[in-house]
């Protein structure tokens, strides 16, 4: 899984058209003081119709199962515009500006979403029964120490009949994909390595700072212990 992550949600409404527009860059670092708290992004309409987008940030946060947890993050940012029309073919910059506390620790991750609103601009279409596919960009933000980096470890490897239950935490100041993955595991008389395409649910998963997370995959048939060990390696990828 690339380390940028791209969500491209797909909504049905009411209408006729399918309009489409392109936001990037669509994972973004900022710093917590000096010009790095203030950002760029742009936005294109890549349609022939006329289109109203909106743009939001959100706190993000994450479950031990991954599950992500937002809530409204408007006092710690100002985006301008919010809110913009863009006609066929045209493009617009939004400027973020983080206004929140100096980060000397542990990097603060948020939501940028960058949704079109269900508008329609033109005035022959009348028949409401029609489909119209509405794009919302759900991006990733992250406020910075300086040099963050990430520190994880298996903090623990549970049996649950046939599946492990392998607990990652992450010790570091900055978050980290799971990329060019290795866990090692140890029943006292065996040794397994499982790699990168052998650990599905759990290869290209983000762990955020701070935090720890719980993966399910398939106990190895090699390993008949009571008692498992593990360790882990990984490439460090922001």
Known sequence: MRKTLLFLYLILISSFYIFSFSFSPIVQDFDSTGNGKV????IKN?????????????????????????SDASELFTIYPHQLILQPDDSQSIRVQWNGPEINETERAFRIIAEQLPISFNQDNTNKGQLNIVYKY???????????YSELFLESVKIENDLLRLTVKNRGTGHTILEDIVVTLNDG?????????????????????????DFLI???SQLSGEEI????SYKETR
Not at 50 to 60: D, E, P
Not at 139 to 146: A, C, K, T
């Open 46 to 70: 890549e349609n022939d119709e006329a289109i109203a987008v909106q743009i939001t940030m959100l706190t993000r946060n994450m479950s031990r199962l991954g599950e992500e947890v937002n």
């Open 189 to 213: 008389t065996h040794t397994v390595q499982l790699t990168y395409d052998e650990l599905p649910g759990m290869a290209g998963e983000n762990v955020l700072a701070g935090l720890s997370r």
């Open 229 to 232: 060990n593990g360790e882990l």
């Open 138 to 148: 759900i991006g990733s933000v992250y406020v910075i120490p300086e040099k963050p």
């Open 39 to 42: 950002k760029t992004f742009r």
């Open 218 to 220: 398939e106990k190895p």
